[in-house]
């Protein structure tokens, strides 16, 4: 007859975000009363964010003022292998990083909940999702960082969108910045990606506020990337007409690839209509 499985030694099982925070807002309390300097704060919380267990995380806080952080029995009893908790989608235990005259650090195996608030005040700030679980397909991180800096780093397959991103985005700040000083510019293939398409954005643009337009292809319904003319499905030619209808006076350049690529493709684009190759546009 088989022996029943011995239960699990509670030091032993996966600490949450919930635990890593609590964790954290004891060093950070400690901080504050003295008991700990920036420096050791820093070291901490890092060590804190990267705890997968108990047995890593209690030792941290162990000579700090805190309640214990343990799994209560029910939960020891309970626990599914640890394939179905990695499978599980766990819920994110908070939703903001503050830190004034210190720092915070989320990295390792953190759950990033579909909106997060960074916010630091003479101090820094990191946010690591290479190793992180999502909770929703598109988060939202808002990062404000006064007299410091937040570092964002992301896997390599995100999809970073930022202000302005969207037409309505753009004109949002465009129609409260009126300063004729203010002038601006865009990329080819960002224009192609929004909901409006090519047209519809510099429909809902000034063009006469325009100096520059960067130029490389993608796909219409594909990622944010930099393609050399002709490995996407960007309309080269019905843009450069359109921005002569509209009067553009600026400039355009290439922006993918190396130097040889970009050189190589200002030679397509010339071929694509032939106003360029009679140098009515100038391109670098």
Known sequence: MSQPPADPDPASLRASDKDRESAAEVLREAAGEGRLSMT?????????????????????????????????????????????????GAKPASGSAIAVMSGFSRKGDWVVPANFTAVVVMGGGELDLRDAKFSAPEVNIHATAIMGAIAIIVPDDAEVHYLGHTLEETQFYFDRLKSPRLRWAFTANHAHLVPEGVDGFLAGM?????????????????????????????????????????????????????????????????????????GKRKAS
């Open 206 to 278: 000034d063009i006469g506020r325009c100096d520059e337009v960067r130029l490389a292809d993608c796909f219409r319904n594909g990622k944010e990337v930099h393609l050399k003319p002709g490995e996407g499905d960007f309309d080269f030619p019905a843009l450069f007409r359109r921005l002569d209808e509209l009067g553009f006076a600026g400039h355009y350049m290439n922006v993918f690839g190396t130097l040889d690529d970009m050189v190589e493709g200002r030679e397509i684009l010339a071929k694509l209509d032939p106003q360029d190759a009679a």
């Open 40 to 88: 050791e704060l820093d070291e901490r919380l890092d060590a804190v964010y990267e705890a997968k267990t108990y047995a890593e995380l209690e030792p941290i806080i162990r000579d700090l003022p805190h309640r214990v952080i343990a799994p209560d029995a029910a939960a020891v009893q309970a626990s599914p292998p640890a394939s179905a908790v990695e499978r599980s």
